[in-house]
């Protein structure tokens, strides 16, 4: 039984592909279209799964899309007679847009993969997120949290999960309805504080801990209010994401908060004016987000009696507030699917539909991100010599293992490029930026030079899992989170004294365990390191450049390496470095 | 061939001043810039990818690398010129910077008239822009336009190059119907794309129109009919597991189980 899902139309358009309940393939189309976050409907990502798994898409026996666009567009109408008369150009632009395309999702699906209209579903978006985080987890029952911006009207939800002799059912306990929404909050915030909405997030997080919680933390609890059971009320005269198309909050929060940053300006958090308190206004944000969670997780964990819980939607890739809830939370053990945002739903989508529609059995839990496409050792030697780019093979990956782990201790930044591509957003090995992470300097050097990215921006660590106790504070449970870089953990002591370019300034580490069962070549590969330097941790952050999507093929990641200043670059088993590349960039004639 | 390009200049002299007459229009038409050259190097590295011609390959590569290199110095300098309106202008550039896949939709030798045509095209209006610029006292972005249009240059002489083979070995005729095409398709590309924007104005007068003259009477039904604002956690109608109480919303058939029947629903 083969089960394409599919999401798309908001941001992260993925494609994902189960064979018999197994996942063939899953891939966010932005890594083809090169557009970060796009949200056009993923074609190239859904050949590639199908190709990926022999198949043509008359062979699919379902697609699934990962929500219901008639019940989206209900609310969209429905909110625009509630602000009514205010809210016009939101109306605008959203009636054109789905009058326009999305609510003919069904016939562009069908038009587009030329399948037959009938064998086309529609899950919940909730309900695909959900499941995309209990079907990939180890568990056989467990309580689900899923939190976002909006799905179709829900902003939040908690289900319980269960696999049993009698099959596997995702059942709906609770749930939030729009507009009240942790997602929307600290997505407006985002705006706020001049970062892009559904991209800056992850900035927002990093700008955090330069700040002081406590200096805003009673405005922002203010409008956005926690309930005891974890509900959630926002104040809506401060916002206006729920009638307009653009601006996320209103001048009231400038009067509260003070004047928003212009976008693009510069921001350094220890200005001691400006940059200071844009960085206490994340802090406050990021403690009230962590307070939602670990209220709404108390809820889940009350109504559903389970020991366990799996987590997906925008607001479970916050990692500072995973790390929380995994350390002092009122679960046992927490589990977070790589690509838990809207890509995440394609995945979901597909697995409702094999495991509780159609009954299949559950596939083992995921235990690596590696789903996506790949380039042979054959295809990259075969683009370097097409390409003319001078390259060293070596015979045996311990070989290269060998002559990298020497080039990162001796200070130099490399690209590597291997395996399939991840799923969800983090680079976990297979397209990578690598270096020696026992200097800060290296991390501002990274920053500044190859990734030309805000100097306040940490850099996460990838560590062998027999160093993560050396050089991290863990709480003494099982840990789900951290193959996926999806935690950020307090450093120890030896930790803070030797991993200088990977520890945030609070003294925090997003870490990744890189267990060789599972990743066995990245984890070869700090095996060497720590053989030249007594350290198995390098610093590991995505092969991209500022605005772009990771790369997919060996040609990007070319492309990365001649833009920015690596001074190498891994290709499977050949080696591309700046010397011999700077001989040769100029020979276009 | 590239006689239709001589014109360009002419109207462009007149109107670059307009066009780039401060610092928020300049940042504004850089990152405009920096989209297109990026859709472009999309589309070279998509055609280095499909050709079987290893030498083709080869400059194909190199030319996206050049115009993914473009582009960033585009949006570098749209940054350092006005900040705030090259932040505000990337939604702009998400809207432009497509590939369009042109290798597949035109084939080899048209995809390189293409090239050809487009390269002549952005050589000579970087020409215009350099001088522009060097006149308003703007080194900086005269250089940017210098230094771009040497490589626009390289990039019209391989691609001439590769026509004039195909000349000699006797597709003559194919590569001046192809060059031909590539005027026509440039043509009709910018009549759709005026089409495009008279109907989008159409579509948002009409939608003006219905905000203004039928939501009222919706919006006034919706208001005497309102339940009070949802607040708090809705409880689900079907509970099979559990012992909680039930609150006094229900989420109805949202909760049902994912049956087939169910799932075919679009709401």
Known sequence: MKVLGLSAFFHDSAAALLVDGQVIAAAQEERWSRLKADASLPLEAARFCVTE??????????????????????????????????????????????????????????????????????????????ASAFFSSPFERAAVLTADGVGERTTSAIYRAVTDAHGSRLELVKELGFPHSMGLFYSALTAYLG???????????????????TRHLPALARICHIHDDGALTLDLRYFSFHRHPTRSF?????????????????????????????????????RLCERWVMAA????????????????????????????????GPFHEVFVQPAAGDAGGALGAAQLVSHVALGLPRAPPMRDALLGS???????????????????????????????????????VGGLFQDRMEWGPRALGARSIIADPRSAAMGERVNRKIKFREQFRPFAPAALPDEVERFFVRAPRPDHLSPFMLSVVPVSDAGRATLGAVTHVDGSARVQTVDPAASPRFAALIEAFRARTGVGVLLNTSMNLKGEPICRTAAEAYGVFDRSDLDFLVLERCLVTKSTHQRHSGELS | MIEHTQRLPFVMRATTPIAWRNDRAIA???????????????????AAERTDDARLRRLYFRHGLDEARHAQRFRDAAKRVHPEAAEQTRAHEKLHARRMDLHEQLGELPFVAFVHSAEARAKAQFEVLEAHFASHDR????????????????????????????RAAGRGAEVDRALRQVRLRAAWQGWRRAGRRIGDVMVRVLLILLFVAVLPLFALIQRCARRRDEIGWRHSGTQSF??????????????????????RRQS
Request: charged content about 25%; glycine content about 8%; proline content about 3%.
């Open chain 1, 374 to 412: 790949a380039e042979s050792q054959v295809e990259v030697a075969r683009f370097l010599d097409d390409c003319r780019i001078r390259h060293e093979t070596f015979a045996s990956d311990a070989e290269r293992d060998q002559a990298i782990a020497e080039r990162l201790a001796r200070g130099e």
């Open chain 1, 53 to 130: 798994a022999g198949v043509s898409f008359d062979d699919l026996d379902w697609i699934v899309f990962h929500e219901k666009p008639l019940r989206k567009f209900e609310r969209l109408v429905t909110s625009a007679l509630d602000v009514f008369p205010r809210g016009m150009s939101q109306f605008v632009q959203s009636m054109g847009l789905w009058l326009g395309q999305r609510l003919w999702t069904k016939s562009n699906i069908a038009r587009a993969l030329d399948v037959d209209p009938d064998r086309i579903l529609f899950s919940d978006h909730h309900r695909s997120h959900a």
């Open chain 1, 195 to 213: 970062f892009e909405v559904n991209d800056g997030e992850y900035k927002v997080m990093g700008l955090a801990p330069f700040g002081d919680p």
């Open chain 2, 28 to 46: 504004t038409k850089l990152m405009g810039f920096a989209a297109t050259e990026l859709g472009s190097s999309l589309d070279m590295l998509r």
């Open chain 1, 250 to 286: 209103t001048r009231r929060l400038e009067s509260l908060l003070g004047p928003a940053r212009a976008p693009g300006s510069a921001l350094d958090p220890r200005d001691g004016r400006d940059g200071q308190r844009f960085a206490d206004i994340a802090a406050a944000l990021q």
């Open chain 2, 242 to 263: 559990g012992s909680q109480s039930l609150g006094s919303q229900s989420l109805g058939s949202q909760s049902s189980p994912s049956s087939l029947d169910e799932l």
């Open chain 2, 139 to 166: 080194a900086e972005l005269a250089t940017l336009f210098r230094e771009i249009g040497k490589d626009e240059q390289r990039h019209v002489a391989y691609s001439g190059a590769i026509l004039d083979g195909w």
């Open chain 1, 297 to 328: 997780a108390a809820e889940a964990r009350r109504v559903t009696g389970e020991d366990n819980l799996c987590m997906a939607g925008g607001v479970a890739l916050n990692s500072v507030a995973n790390g929380k809830l995994a350390a002092a």
